[in-house]
C-alpha cells in the first residue's frame, strides 16, 4: 500500500510541477501578447455574417434542374474567422454543411475549410474573394 501511495504522491508532484512550468512559460510568451488590429481583409468576411436564404438550382444531366431552398447562418469567431452553418433539403434527404474561413496574413490569401453530410473528405480552400 505504501508503495501505491508513494507513486501516486510522486506522479502529483511532477503533474502539478509540469503544469507550473507551463502555466510559466505561457505568462511569459508572446502568444499572450495583444492581437493585431484586423484590417481590411478581415472586415470584408463581416459582410458575410447573418441569415441567409439560398436559393439553389442544380443540373444532374439534360433536363429541368433540381431546385432547393436552404438556410445558411454565418456568425464570426472573434474578429478573424467566420463560422457557417449550412441546411438543405435535397431530394427528401437533410444536407448539412459547416465551414470556417478567415484571411491568412501569411499567405495573404483567404483560407477556408468546408464538411458536410456527403462527403467523407474535408475541403481546404486557398484563394482570393471576389
Not at 57 to 72: F, H, Q, S, V, Y
Not at 98 to 108: N, S, T
Request: net charge negative.
Amino acid at each position: 500500500m505504501f508503495e501505491r501511495v508513494w507513486f501516486w504522491s510522486t506522479v502529483m508532484i511532477y503533474r502539478t510541477a509540469g503544469w507550473a512550468l507551463l502555466v510559466g512559460w505561457l505568462a511569459g510568451s508572446t502568444c499572450w501578447a495583444q492581437p493585431p488590429e484586423p484590417g481590411p481583409e478581415y472586415r470584408i468576411l463581416k459582410k458575410d455574417v447573418g441569415r441567409w436564404i439560398a436559393k439553389m438550382k442544380m443540373w444532374e444531366g439534360p433536363g429541368d434542374p433540381i431546385e432547393a431552398e436552404g438556410t445558411e447562418i454565418n456568425r464570426m469567431v472573434g474578429p478573424y474567422f467566420v463560422v457557417s452553418d449550412f441546411k438543405v433539403e435535397l431530394n427528401g434527404q437533410p444536407f448539412a454543411g459547416h465551414g470556417v474561413f478567415g484571411y491568412d496574413a501569411e499567405k495573404k490569401k483567404y483560407v477556408g475549410s468546408w464538411i458536410d453530410s456527403m462527403s467523407p473528405i474535408a475541403m481546404h480552400m486557398v484563394g482570393e474573394y471576389d
